[in-house]
């Protein structure tokens, strides 16, 4: 199964179906017990996901989240400065995120990266 945010699918599948039955229970009249008999499950599990959940930051689908685009930028030759050995590449991302690359980083490495940037 696919990964994200170092969690399966599945298991954000659950924690929204869990979320969902959360709210069912906080917007009707049942006792714990009652609702958990409803559903098959038992109290001290129900008890487990309210706390759970309170802990967590509810997150946007995959499909929710807007992907990085990439922007056409000018190179300028030389900008006033002589290249020396601890220069890089600057990537910015209009997520605020700065991605330093250095020259000799190869450009098969460069290509892998750009792919996985290209996917996110």
């Given at each position: 199964?696919?990964?994200?945010?170092?969690?399966?699918?599945?298991?954000?599948?659950?924690?929204?179906?869990?979320?969902?039955?959360?709210?069912?229970?906080?917007?009707?009249?049942?006792?714990?017990?009652?609702?958990?008999?409803?559903?098959?499950?038992?109290?001290?599990?129900l008890q487990w996901w309210k706390r759970e959940l309170k802990k967590r930051p509810?997150?946007?689908?995959?499909?929710?989240?807007?992907?990085?685009?990439?922007?056409?930028?000018?190179?300028?030759?030389?900008?006033?400065?002589?290249?020396?050995?601890?220069?890089?590449?600057?990537?910015?991302?209009?997520?605020?995120?700065?991605?330093?690359?250095?020259?000799?980083?190869?450009?098969?490495?460069?290509?892998?990266?750009?792919?996985?940037?290209?996917?996110?």
């Amino acid at each position: 199964m696919a990964r994200e945010d170092g969690r399966t699918l599945r298991a954000r599948e659950r924690e929204e179906w869990m979320r969902a039955l959360l709210e069912e229970y906080e917007q009707g009249g049942e006792t714990q017990r009652e609702f958990c008999e409803r559903y098959g499950m038992s109290v001290s599990s129900l008890q487990w996901w309210k706390r759970e959940l309170k802990k967590r930051p509810r997150r946007p689908a995959p499909e929710q989240v807007e992907r990085p685009r990439f922007v056409a930028v000018d190179v300028l030759e030389g900008a006033g400065r002589s290249p020396s050995s601890d220069e890089c590449f600057e990537l910015a991302l209009e997520s605020g995120e700065t991605l330093r690359i250095p020259q000799s980083f190869d450009a098969a490495s460069l290509e892998r990266l750009l792919g996985v940037l290209r996917q996110c």
